[in-house]
């Protein structure tokens, strides 16, 4: 079966069932090494006639031991250039004779390792100012990095030059002009100690005045026409989003304008199943029409999150049900057996991109019958179609208008296209399916248990919440090591790998939602159990600086660190939050200084770029607030302390810190907030007339 047809999922789950033991460990005539690899990607790689390698000793001993150069190749198993450049060149005999010849090459799987892709791809963005996947370097066997590509054709084509002539010059560079391969390495390792230098602020850092300049670099590429930010292609971005609507709430309407008009657009547009619900990755045109089809758990998560935030603020039904979307795709399609969720699925099905989810009109209007023709008008499909001569759908007019425009009845109209919907999305459902990342990343798995909690508090969904606690579960017992640390990832068991920065700040910040839509101690407990060995593995003792990595793991030839948001937060602006949310909720007090060593080393880089760390700022900004902290009394398990509860979280108070003490008294909330602490109230009303007292939370 060619790479162009076959059903990727079943090639992975029939190379993963392969009985590995009477294989050799080169991987013998048909396989290579990755054939005992667990990582979807690095086995999409194990029938290459490149001679791969796992990222590990062996493939550094041989590099060393026969005087060859090192060519890392990082990517991941949902990534379409990944895939176009192993079909053009890692497939092919020729580039693979070549690279056999005079390189040592190395697989590695960002998600399984994102500390080697961090420090690589600082190394790219040093060395070319840009980066992104397939990442590929090329360097010493010490790990030292002297040259670095993304994507390259076989050949070179349209002034970019090809593998076939680029990896001769390599090899030559390498054995006859050593010292220049030395002093490329040696510069590029100053570059980065450089980068790490802790940037300190002479003066404390005006926190008003960088909020006023992210929301004036945010407005200077915002799109006013189709929302979004940038031209094309064009990311949700929804750390960008979210950090607007608070500050809309905070009385800034244009701030909450852009963002909830990108939130309606993206809604609408082609980055949004229509189908099936849920965000593509990316749009690769401005008016968010076509997109690279991926779909992420972490975009998923964020989005959820800031729909949430969304409807919090203005009560618009739209966004409570954009979340619910979400969410019902993420448990249909990324749920794992175990209830946790799986990283990704796939652009590509046969080899080609979005081929699961675009339309010819004529397969709609079988399907359909009479309903097509409103169907087809309400979702902009053609028989020329929109997309490369198929169809994506998407929505150019709201509902209301088309309706309106069209005389005719909303009710009926959204009514028969629901209908439509479900009969499209199981004649989809018939076709082969993108493949989908099975492997379940703790950090990601934390964003979205944190998404799922909030929204079983904000959507009154129970069954939110159900998933949000098995995913906890699932993670804290089977990505724990028995001594308690933490692991990356899970598929087919939990991986050797200890977990990243990211993975316990994104924990503990899903659990510690989870702690506040149940009361329930245990996962505060946990969350507190992470916060301290955040500090235990992850702080320098002498310098107070958080680290990305453990110091009980592997650590790259320099080390560097992430302070800025990318399209996930920045692990140490996490950590920040969780660190200060602690402080109020647990009374902690010496975790505020925690929480500002967390951001102490990037403030110089905050203040040139804060549109650039945003979720810092925010966190800046909350340090600088005093909380609202609730207290809520009474006995364990007692339905009027629930009820309470929950009639106090119909309130939007953003600074809201939950402390719960089981005593034998009649259930109460009380209530400290602008430096004054009220009485315990224990009625709707009595809480009603309390936040009102107080001046805090709105409906």
């Known amino acids: 079966m060619t790479t ?3 059903d990727t999922a079943a090639y992975i789950a ?4 392969i009985d590995k033991n009477p294989i050799p460990a080169d991987g013998g005539l048909r396989f290579n090494r990755l054939i005992f690899a667990r990582s979807p990607y690095l086995l999409q790689h194990a029938e290459n006639p490149v001679d791969w390698y796992e990222w590990g000793q062996a493939a550094f001993d041989r590099a060393r031991s026969e005087n ?89 084509r349209g002034g970019m030059s090809g593998l076939m002539e680029l990896l001769p010059n390599i090899a030559t560079l390498w054995r006859q002009r050593p010292d220049l391969v030395d002093k490329n390495c040696q510069g590029i390792l100053v570059e980065l100690g450089n980068l790490r230098q802790k940037n300190l602020p002479e003066n404390s850092i005006d926190i008003t005045a960088c909020s006023t300049r992210a929301f004036q670099q945010l407005e200077k590429i915002y799109d006013p026409r189709y929302g979004g930010f940038g031209s094309a292609p ?31 657009q993206m809604r609408n547009g082609g980055i949004w199943d229509q189908l099936g619900g849920g965000l593509h990755r990316y749009s690769v045109d401005q008016r968010w029409l076509a997109p690279h089809f991926e779909k992420m758990l972490y975009d998923q998560a964020m989005l959820a999150l800031t729909s949430i935030n969304a409807f919090q603020a203005t009560a618009d039904p739209q966004f409570s049900n954009m979340a619910a979307d979400i969410f019902s795709f993420v448990k249909r399609e990324l749920s794992s057996p175990d209830g946790a969720f799986c990283s990704a699925l796939d652009a590509d099905s046969e080899g080609v991109e979005g081929k699961f989810y675009v339309w010819d009109k004529a397969e709609i209007d079988k399907c359909l019958g009479t309903d ?17 001569e198929s169809n994506i759908l998407n929505i150019p007019l709201d509902l209301k208008n088309f309706c309106k425009n069209n005389c005719l009845d909303e009710a009926e109209t959204w009514k028969t296209l629901e209908q439509s919907r479900t009969l499209l ?67 087919n068991g939990p991986s050797e790998t200890p977990a990243f920065l990211e993975d316990y700040a994104f924990l503990a910040f899903g659990l510690l939602e989870l702690y506040e839509a149940t009361l329930d101690s245990n996962w505060l407990e946990q969350a507190a159990r992470l916060s301290d060995q955040i500090l235990e593995l992850f702080r320098d003792s002498d310098t107070g600086e958080f680290t990305l990595t453990g110091q009980d793991a592997e650590q790259m030839p320099v ?6 948001d990318g399209v996930t937060p920045s692990a140490l602006s996490v950590t920040a939050r969780v660190m200060l949310r602690l402080a109020w909720i647990c009374d902690r007090p010496e975790l505020i200084g925690e929480a500002r060593s967390a951001l102490a080393g990037f403030m110089v880089d905050l203040e040139r770029s804060p549109s650039g760390h945003l979720g810092a700022l925010q966190v800046l900004s909350e340090l600088e607030t005093e909380p609202v902290i609730a207290t809520l009394s009474g006995p364990e398990g007692s339905p009027s302390l629930t009820n309470l509860w929950h009639l106090l979280r119909q309130h939007r108070i953003p600074l809201l810190a939950v402390r719960r003490v089981i005593t034998s008294d009649p259930p109460g909330v009380a209530i400290c907030a602008n430096h004054t602490c009220y009485p315990a109230v224990s009625t709707a009303d009595q809480l009603a007339e309390l936040l009102t007292l107080a001046g805090v939370g709105k409906f």
């Not at 080390?559 to 800025?564: A, E, L, M, W």
């Open 559 to 564: 080390r560097v660190s992430s302070d800025h």
């Open 68 to 156: 060859l150069p090192i060519l890392l190749s990082i990517g991941y198993a949902t990534c379409h250039w990944c895939h176009v450049m192993a079909h053009e060149s890692f497939e092919d005999q020729e580039v693979a004779t070549l690279l056999n010849r005079h390189f040592v090459c190395i697989k590695v799987d960002r998600e399984e390792r994102p500390d080697i892709d961090d420090f690589y791809m600082t190394v790219s963005q040093l060395m070319t100012g840009s980066g992104g996947w397939p990442l590929n370097i090329f360097m010493t066997p010490d790990k030292k990095p002297f040259m670095t590509i993304t994507y390259l054709p076989k050949r070179g």
């Open 372 to 388: 097509s023709e409103l169907f087809c008008r309400f979702y902009d499909v053609s028989e020329e179609g929109n997309f490369e």
């Open 425 to 491: 999305l199981q004649q989809r459902g018939r076709r082969i399916r993108p493949l989908r990342d099975d492997k379940i990343i703790t950090s990601w798995n934390g964003l979205m248990i944190a998404a799922l909690a909030r929204g079983s508090i904000v959507c009154n969904s129970t069954g939110y919440l159900e998933s949000a606690v098995q995913a906890a579960n699932f993670i804290m017992t089977a990505l724990c090591r028995s001594d308690g640390r933490l692991l990356r990832s899970y598929l």
């Open 4 to 6: 162009a047809t076959r």
């Open 234 to 264: 064009k990311f949700p971005m929804p750390i960008y989003l979210g950090w607007l609507v608070a500050q809309g709430e905070a009385g800034n309407t244009k701030a909450l304008e852009m963002a909830l008009r990108t939130l309606r």
């Open 14 to 17: 029939g190379l993963m069932a």
